[in-house]
């Protein structure tokens, strides 16, 4: 190897090089220096590398000079060319025989493409950033636990800020993970995979979403997050529905039909077979099978109905004592067929009310009917009972229809009033609630669901006294 001159070694450094005294004056200076910034006899270090007039207010050198330390800072400065070069700085003291700082050698590295390379690494960052807070569907970041590790602003508006819980909590309040999992699935085998779901915004609304996760992988290649990005398909449902529901609507209510039917030709054989042995006993058994199953037609009929259009209230003053006698009397015979006590609670002050009396009726019954069949399918408990009651103040009527049934968990009571959800299974055509919860609507009114898990649920009905009007009847008439 070819030994240089050591002052060789500060002529060829691939940096800029100076000496400078104690008053900022370049004494020293390397060739790359003087190529890029031209002659330095006489002249300070801050008129050649930034055009000034007086001396910059952080100055390395001058922190060094005070303290005798190395300094380190970022400067932008200006070749003789006028092009802006970014440097990174460092300055050590140069030192006399007495240990006394006679100079500062300054050492100026070029940096300016390191630099452009950052912006231009910040500038990426900040539009994907802006991407995913900006993108119009739902965006989280999930480890391996489902934990939501971070969230786009469309998420947060939707489900809040929760980062931290898990998907299933905040997506549907659930209390364990989700069956068949599609972020699982990717953390299982790195693919893509989607489905669709309903989940409840922090707002309480159900919306339906189309999900889609991908893995996010570490350097080792494995998955070390997923992203799922789930997009509310909810008006595009609305718009289906009234196609493919009807289809849903008839398959689901077929084996109901066929049941009453059979109930129908049961008891229409009753009183046949009663007449012509003149059997009075028989033909009322009969009659009165043929009476609960029309009734039970009705009621599917009327709820078809209701989904299938729009119907407007048919107003009357109705007694609320009276219309629930009406209704323990349609379900009575349900609930014994079923093992299950129905009882009435009637508040003399309940009094009258404004609305259409046989859609609340029919709420009412729905109502009632849901929560027989919660007690029909409880096997924990020796007795079940139906309470119906009304009551009401000056403004609204209350009506509760409670259990003491199976009960429902937190998404269950969330869902329960969906088009065509049902906890039922098959026995369930999921129109029930969702009716009953249309027809409250249509009187300005609304139901409450309070229930736990085994224990029991109680519905609670509000209806206003009088009927708000409408917008045409509140337009003053014109001549």
Not at 228 to 254: F, H
Not at 323 to 350: F, H, M, P, T
């Amino acid at each position: 190897m070819m030994d240089l001159p050591k002052g060789q070694y500060f002529e060829l450094m691939p940096c800029y090089l100076t000496v400078q005294d104690r008053e900022f004056r370049v004494t020293k200076a390397n060739k790359r220096f003087r190529e890029d910034f031209g002659e330095f006899e006489g002249r300070y270090c801050y008129q050649v590398y930034k055009r000034r007039s007086e001396r910059c207010e952080s100055c390395p050198v001058g922190r060094t000079f005070q303290d005798g330390q190395c300094h380190r800072s970022e400067e932008q400065v200006y070749t003789l060319g006028g092009r802006e070069v970014s440097v990174i700085v460092y300055t050590t003291p140069i030192t006399d025989e007495k240990g006394e700082i006679t100079a500062v050698m300054e050492m100026s590295t070029d940096i300016t493409e390191i630099k452009r390379l950052q912006r231009q690494l910040k500038e990426s960052q900040e539009r994907y950033h802006l991407l995913f807070e900006e993108v119009p569907c739902y965006i989280s970041i999930q480890d391996p636990e489902l934990r939501i590790v971070d969230a786009n602003r469309s998420f947060k508006e939707n489900f809040g800020d929760f980062l931290g819980c898990k998907c299933y909590e905040i997506y549907k309040h659930r209390d364990e993970e989700c069956v068949n999992c599609a972020v699982q699935r990717t953390f299982m085998d790195g693919g893509i995979h989607h489905s669709e779901e309903v989940v409840t915004s922090v707002k309480g609304e159900h919306l339906n979403t189309l999900v889609f996760t991908a893995p996010i992988r570490g350097a080792d290649g494995r998955t070390k997050y997923v992203m799922e990005m789930s997009t509310n398909i909810t008006p595009i449902r609305q718009l289906q529905s009234q196609l493919v529901s009807i289809g849903m609507l008839i398959s689901s209510v077929s084996h109901g039909i066929k049941g009453l039917l059979t109930g129908l030709d049961g008891g229409m054989y009753l009183v046949n077979t009663g007449l012509q042995k003149n059997n009075q006993q028989r033909v009322t058994q009969g009659w009165e099978m043929v009476q609960r199953n029309i009734d039970r037609i009705r009621g599917t009929v009327m709820n078809i109905l209701y989904y299938a259009k729009e119907r407007e209230p048919v107003w009357e003053t109705v007694a609320a004592p009276a219309l629930l006698e009406e209704v323990r009397g349609v379900i009575e015979a349900r609930a014994r067929e079923s093992g299950v006590e129905v009882k009435c609670q009637v508040d003399d002050n309940a009094g009258g009310f404004e609305a259409d009396a046989k859609a609340i009726r029919s709420l009412l019954v729905n109502l009632a009917e849901n929560s027989v069949d919660a007690c029909r399918v409880d096997k924990k408990k020796p007795s079940h009972s139906v309470t119906l009651g009304c009551r009401g103040d000056t403004d609204s009527v209350f009506f509760e229809v409670s259990d003491n049934g199976i009960g429902m968990d937190r998404e269950t009571r969330e869902k329960a009033f969906s088009l065509f959800f049902s906890s039922k299974g098959s026995e369930g055509t999921g129109l029930g609630l969702f009716i009953a919860n249309k027809i409250a609507a249509a009187h300005s009114g609304r139901i409450e669901i309070q229930s736990e898990v085994e224990k029991g649920t109680r519905f609670v009905v509000t209806i206003p006294r009088r009927r708000k009007a409408t917008v045409d009847e509140q337009q003053p008439e014109t001549k």
